[in-house]
Protein backbone atom coordinates (compact mmCIF):
# COMPACT_ATOMS: atom_id res chain seq x y z
CA UNK A 1 0.00 0.00 0.00
CA UNK A 2 1.10 3.54 -0.53
CA UNK A 3 2.27 5.32 2.51
CA UNK A 4 3.62 8.93 3.20
CA UNK A 5 6.08 9.57 1.15
CA UNK A 6 4.90 7.58 -1.97
CA UNK A 7 1.33 9.58 -1.72
CA UNK A 8 3.86 12.84 -0.93
CA UNK A 9 5.40 11.88 -4.63
CA UNK A 10 1.87 11.62 -5.79
CA UNK A 11 0.41 15.02 -4.64
CA UNK A 12 3.39 16.84 -6.09
CA UNK A 13 3.47 15.15 -9.41
CA UNK A 14 -0.09 15.62 -9.72
CA UNK A 15 -0.30 19.41 -8.32
CA UNK A 16 2.33 20.07 -10.90
CA UNK A 17 0.31 18.59 -14.03
CA UNK A 18 -3.60 19.25 -13.12
CA UNK A 19 -3.18 22.15 -10.49
CA UNK A 20 -5.18 24.90 -11.72
CA UNK A 21 -6.86 23.21 -14.53
CA UNK A 22 -10.24 21.71 -15.43
CA UNK A 23 -11.17 18.28 -16.12
CA UNK A 24 -12.77 17.63 -18.96
CA UNK A 25 -14.05 14.40 -18.47
CA UNK A 26 -14.28 11.34 -16.27
CA UNK A 27 -14.79 7.64 -17.38
CA UNK A 28 -15.28 5.18 -14.49
CA UNK A 29 -14.54 1.78 -16.36
CA UNK A 30 -15.29 -0.35 -13.29
CA UNK A 31 -18.56 1.08 -11.52
CA UNK A 32 -17.91 -1.03 -8.31
CA UNK A 33 -14.75 2.29 -7.76
CA UNK A 34 -17.22 4.78 -7.24
CA UNK A 35 -18.36 4.73 -3.55
CA UNK A 36 -20.95 7.77 -3.73
CA UNK A 37 -23.80 8.38 -5.93
CA UNK A 38 -24.34 12.16 -4.44
CA UNK A 39 -23.17 14.50 -5.87
CA UNK A 40 -22.65 12.37 -9.62
CA UNK A 41 -19.37 11.82 -10.92
CA UNK A 42 -20.53 14.06 -13.80
CA UNK A 43 -20.73 16.82 -11.89
CA UNK A 44 -16.64 17.11 -11.55
CA UNK A 45 -16.36 17.37 -15.42
CA UNK A 46 -15.25 21.50 -16.17
CA UNK A 47 -14.64 22.07 -12.78
CA UNK A 48 -11.00 23.23 -12.01
CA UNK A 49 -8.82 21.54 -9.76
CA UNK A 50 -7.91 24.28 -6.97
CA UNK A 51 -5.37 22.06 -4.82
CA UNK A 52 -4.02 18.11 -4.66
CA UNK A 53 -3.99 17.28 -0.74
CA UNK A 54 -3.71 14.36 1.14
CA UNK A 55 -5.46 12.93 3.61
CA UNK A 56 -3.51 9.84 5.69
CA UNK A 57 -3.61 7.36 2.53
CA UNK A 58 -5.74 9.41 0.38
CA UNK A 59 -5.31 11.81 -2.17
CA UNK A 60 -7.91 14.40 -2.54
CA UNK A 61 -8.65 16.88 -5.73
CA UNK A 62 -9.81 19.78 -4.57
CA UNK A 63 -12.42 21.78 -7.18
CA UNK A 64 -13.67 24.77 -7.35
CA UNK A 65 -17.30 24.67 -5.56
CA UNK A 66 -15.94 22.93 -3.10
CA UNK A 67 -16.19 19.48 -4.54
CA UNK A 68 -13.26 16.84 -3.63
CA UNK A 69 -12.44 14.12 -5.43
CA UNK A 70 -10.68 11.64 -2.38
CA UNK A 71 -8.80 8.63 -4.19
CA UNK A 72 -8.34 5.55 -1.55
CA UNK A 73 -5.31 3.67 -3.57
CA UNK A 74 -5.53 0.41 -0.66
CA UNK A 75 -2.73 -2.11 -1.68
CA UNK A 76 -2.47 -2.17 -5.28
CA UNK A 77 -4.24 0.52 -6.27
CA UNK A 78 -1.58 3.24 -8.78
CA UNK A 79 -1.91 6.56 -10.29
CA UNK A 80 -0.41 6.68 -14.17
CA UNK A 81 0.03 9.74 -15.96
CA UNK A 82 -0.84 9.51 -19.93
CA UNK A 83 -0.52 10.81 -22.76
CA UNK A 84 -3.38 12.85 -23.87
CA UNK A 85 -6.42 10.31 -25.27
CA UNK A 86 -3.64 7.65 -24.70
CA UNK A 87 -5.41 3.79 -24.13
CA UNK A 88 -4.48 2.96 -20.18
CA UNK A 89 -4.40 -0.85 -19.72
CA UNK A 90 -7.65 -2.03 -20.82
CA UNK A 91 -8.25 -5.11 -17.80
CA UNK A 92 -6.24 -2.97 -14.63
CA UNK A 93 -7.80 0.49 -15.53
CA UNK A 94 -10.61 1.45 -12.65
CA UNK A 95 -11.04 5.23 -13.90
CA UNK A 96 -9.52 7.86 -16.16
CA UNK A 97 -9.81 11.71 -15.67
CA UNK A 98 -8.79 13.61 -18.81
CA UNK A 99 -7.03 17.34 -18.71
CA UNK A 100 -5.72 19.79 -21.56
CA UNK A 101 -2.29 17.89 -21.22
CA UNK A 102 -2.66 14.60 -20.43
CA UNK A 103 -5.00 11.95 -18.76
CA UNK A 104 -4.83 10.76 -15.56
CA UNK A 105 -5.78 6.91 -14.67
CA UNK A 106 -6.52 5.02 -11.75
CA UNK A 107 -5.39 1.45 -12.01
CA UNK A 108 -5.68 -1.74 -9.79
CA UNK A 109 -3.41 -5.13 -10.02
CA UNK A 110 -4.99 -8.23 -8.84
CA UNK A 111 -8.92 -9.29 -8.82
CA UNK A 112 -9.90 -8.23 -5.35
CA UNK A 113 -10.72 -4.40 -6.11
CA UNK A 114 -10.77 -2.39 -3.68
CA UNK A 115 -9.12 1.22 -4.23
CA UNK A 116 -11.95 3.23 -4.23
CA UNK A 117 -13.17 7.46 -5.42
CA UNK A 118 -15.26 9.48 -3.42
CA UNK A 119 -16.78 12.68 -4.77
CA UNK A 120 -18.00 14.75 -1.90
CA UNK A 121 -19.30 18.39 -1.31
CA UNK A 122 -18.01 20.74 0.97
CA UNK A 123 -15.02 20.99 3.56
CA UNK A 124 -17.33 19.35 6.33
CA UNK A 125 -17.81 16.19 4.71
CA UNK A 126 -14.29 15.84 3.73
CA UNK A 127 -13.16 15.89 7.16
CA UNK A 128 -15.67 13.58 8.09
CA UNK A 129 -14.01 11.02 5.95
CA UNK A 130 -10.44 11.73 7.86
CA UNK A 131 -9.73 8.80 10.05
CA UNK A 132 -8.13 11.74 13.19
CA UNK A 133 -4.17 10.80 12.66
CA UNK A 134 -1.22 13.19 13.42
CA UNK A 135 0.93 13.77 11.02
CA UNK A 136 3.70 12.59 12.01
CA UNK A 137 6.37 14.73 9.97
CA UNK A 138 4.69 17.81 11.85
CA UNK A 139 3.82 16.89 15.47
CA UNK A 140 6.26 17.27 18.09
CA UNK A 141 7.61 15.18 20.53
CA UNK A 142 5.03 16.32 23.42
CA UNK A 143 2.13 15.38 21.17
CA UNK A 144 4.19 12.22 19.40
CA UNK A 145 4.39 10.74 23.01
CA UNK A 146 0.70 11.12 23.79
CA UNK A 147 -0.85 9.56 21.02
CA UNK A 148 1.21 6.59 21.44
CA UNK A 149 0.35 6.64 25.45
CA UNK A 150 -3.38 6.74 24.56
CA UNK A 151 -3.60 2.97 24.47
CA UNK A 152 -1.85 -0.01 24.84
CA UNK A 153 -1.02 -1.63 21.87
CA UNK A 154 2.11 -2.82 20.39
CA UNK A 155 4.25 -0.72 18.34
CA UNK A 156 3.63 -2.20 15.04
CA UNK A 157 0.35 -1.51 15.50
CA UNK A 158 0.44 2.01 16.97
CA UNK A 159 2.15 3.17 14.44
CA UNK A 160 -0.21 1.91 11.37
CA UNK A 161 -3.26 3.09 13.01
CA UNK A 162 -4.64 5.52 10.82
CA UNK A 163 -6.50 6.92 13.67
CA UNK A 164 -3.09 7.67 15.94
CA UNK A 165 -1.01 8.47 12.46
CA UNK A 166 -1.39 9.28 9.37
CA UNK A 167 -0.03 7.67 6.45
CA UNK A 168 2.35 4.99 8.03
CA UNK A 169 1.59 1.67 6.74
CA UNK A 170 3.58 -2.05 7.36
CA UNK A 171 6.70 -0.68 5.05
CA UNK A 172 7.77 2.08 6.63
CA UNK A 173 6.53 1.28 10.60
CA UNK A 174 9.44 -1.65 10.07
CA UNK A 175 12.24 1.09 8.75
CA UNK A 176 10.76 3.12 12.02
CA UNK A 177 10.93 0.47 14.08
CA UNK A 178 14.69 -0.61 12.95
CA UNK A 179 16.04 2.59 13.26
CA UNK A 180 14.28 3.32 16.43
CA UNK A 181 15.74 -0.42 17.97
CA UNK A 182 13.03 -1.24 19.04
CA UNK A 183 11.11 -4.19 18.90
CA UNK A 184 7.75 -4.53 16.69
CA UNK A 185 5.89 -6.36 19.29
CA UNK A 186 6.74 -3.76 22.23
CA UNK A 187 3.86 -2.60 24.38
CA UNK A 188 2.94 1.19 23.82
CA UNK A 189 3.04 1.47 28.00
CA UNK A 190 5.83 -0.26 28.59
CA UNK A 191 7.65 2.72 27.14
CA UNK A 192 10.14 4.70 28.54
CA UNK A 193 10.74 8.47 27.95
CA UNK A 194 14.20 7.82 25.89
CA UNK A 195 12.60 5.13 24.28
CA UNK A 196 9.27 7.16 22.96
CA UNK A 197 11.80 10.22 22.13
CA UNK A 198 14.28 7.76 20.17
CA UNK A 199 11.14 6.49 17.75
CA UNK A 200 9.85 10.36 17.40
CA UNK A 201 13.76 11.16 15.87
CA UNK A 202 13.32 7.67 13.93
CA UNK A 203 9.88 8.53 12.52
CA UNK A 204 10.66 11.85 11.54
CA UNK A 205 14.29 10.81 9.63
CA UNK A 206 12.96 8.09 7.97
CA UNK A 207 9.60 9.62 6.64
CA UNK A 208 11.43 12.81 6.03
CA UNK A 209 14.35 11.52 3.94
CA UNK A 210 12.27 8.97 1.69
CA UNK A 211 9.82 11.75 1.40
CA UNK A 212 12.46 14.44 0.05
CA UNK A 213 14.13 11.08 -1.97
CA UNK A 214 10.82 10.42 -3.79
CA UNK A 215 9.35 13.97 -4.47
CA UNK A 216 12.84 14.83 -5.69
CA UNK A 217 12.14 11.82 -8.09
CA UNK A 218 8.74 13.06 -8.54
CA UNK A 219 9.92 16.69 -9.79
CA UNK A 220 12.01 14.74 -12.50
CA UNK A 221 9.26 12.41 -13.85
CA UNK A 222 5.77 10.75 -12.75
CA UNK A 223 6.47 7.80 -10.15
CA UNK A 224 5.98 4.98 -12.13
CA UNK A 225 7.67 2.31 -9.53
CA UNK A 226 5.53 3.28 -6.38
CA UNK A 227 6.05 -0.33 -4.44
CA UNK A 228 6.76 -1.41 -0.53
CA UNK A 229 9.78 -2.65 -1.22
CA UNK A 230 12.61 -0.98 -2.15
CA UNK A 231 16.21 -2.25 -2.24
CA UNK A 232 17.82 0.76 -0.13
CA UNK A 233 15.61 -0.11 3.18
CA UNK A 234 16.77 -1.68 5.71
CA UNK A 235 14.69 -4.35 7.07
CA UNK A 236 11.22 -4.18 5.40
CA UNK A 237 10.99 -6.90 2.10
CA UNK A 238 14.56 -8.30 3.49
CA UNK A 239 13.33 -11.66 4.91
CA UNK A 240 16.64 -13.65 5.04
CA UNK A 241 19.35 -11.26 4.11
CA UNK A 242 21.53 -9.34 6.20
CA UNK A 243 21.20 -6.42 8.46
CA UNK A 244 22.73 -3.56 7.08
CA UNK A 245 24.00 -2.40 10.56
CA UNK A 246 24.93 -5.10 12.01
CA UNK A 247 24.85 -8.24 9.46
CA UNK A 248 22.33 -10.50 10.97
CA UNK A 249 19.77 -12.27 9.07
CA UNK A 250 16.63 -9.67 8.71
CA UNK A 251 13.24 -12.10 10.46
CA UNK A 252 10.01 -11.43 9.83
CA UNK A 253 6.46 -12.32 11.24
CA UNK A 254 3.70 -13.11 8.68
CA UNK A 255 -0.07 -12.44 9.59
CA UNK A 256 -3.20 -12.00 7.88
CA UNK A 257 -2.10 -10.70 4.24
CA UNK A 258 1.07 -8.99 5.77
CA UNK A 259 4.30 -9.45 7.16
CA UNK A 260 6.48 -7.54 9.98
CA UNK A 261 10.61 -7.96 9.38
CA UNK A 262 13.12 -6.95 11.78
CA UNK A 263 16.40 -7.23 12.90
CA UNK A 264 16.63 -9.75 15.99
CA UNK A 265 19.63 -8.60 17.25
CA UNK A 266 19.44 -5.10 16.60
CA UNK A 267 15.68 -4.46 17.99
CA UNK A 268 15.24 -7.70 20.46
CA UNK A 269 18.41 -8.77 22.33
CA UNK A 270 18.48 -11.45 19.09
CA UNK A 271 15.51 -13.16 20.41
CA UNK A 272 13.71 -14.72 17.67
CA UNK A 273 9.61 -12.84 17.81
CA UNK A 274 7.04 -16.13 17.49
CA UNK A 275 5.33 -16.51 14.18
CA UNK A 276 2.28 -17.45 15.17
CA UNK A 277 1.67 -20.12 12.04
CA UNK A 278 5.08 -21.53 12.24
CA UNK A 279 5.64 -21.81 15.96
CA UNK A 280 2.65 -23.85 16.14
CA UNK A 281 3.61 -26.09 13.21
CA UNK A 282 7.58 -26.80 14.63
CA UNK A 283 6.51 -26.32 18.41
CA UNK A 284 9.80 -27.00 20.22
CA UNK A 285 11.64 -26.86 17.23
CA UNK A 286 11.08 -23.49 16.48
CA UNK A 287 14.04 -21.10 17.16
CA UNK A 288 13.81 -19.07 19.58
CA UNK A 289 17.44 -17.13 19.44
CA UNK A 290 19.52 -15.98 16.71
CA UNK A 291 21.89 -18.63 18.16
CA UNK A 292 19.29 -21.18 16.90
CA UNK A 293 19.09 -20.42 13.82
CA UNK A 294 22.63 -21.16 13.44
Known sequence: MPELPDLEAYRTALAARIGGRPIDRVAITHPFVLRTATPPVTDIERRRVDSVRRIGKRIVL????????VVHLMI???LR????GAKPPVRITLATFDFEGGRLALTEAGTRRRASIHVIAG???LAAIDPGGVEPLACDAATYAAVLRRGNHTLKRALTDPRAFAGIGNAYSDEVLHQARLSPL?????LRDDDIARLH???????????????????IAFPEKVTAFRPEMAVHGRHGLPCPDCGAPVQRIVYAENECNYCARCQTGG????????????????????DDIG
Open 271 to 290: RVLADRALSRLLRSSYPRTL
Open 186 to 190: ALTAN
Open 201 to 219: AATVDVLGRWTRKLVGEAA
Open 81 to 84: WLAP
Open 76 to 78: AGR
Open 62 to 69: ALDGALFV
Open 123 to 125: ESA
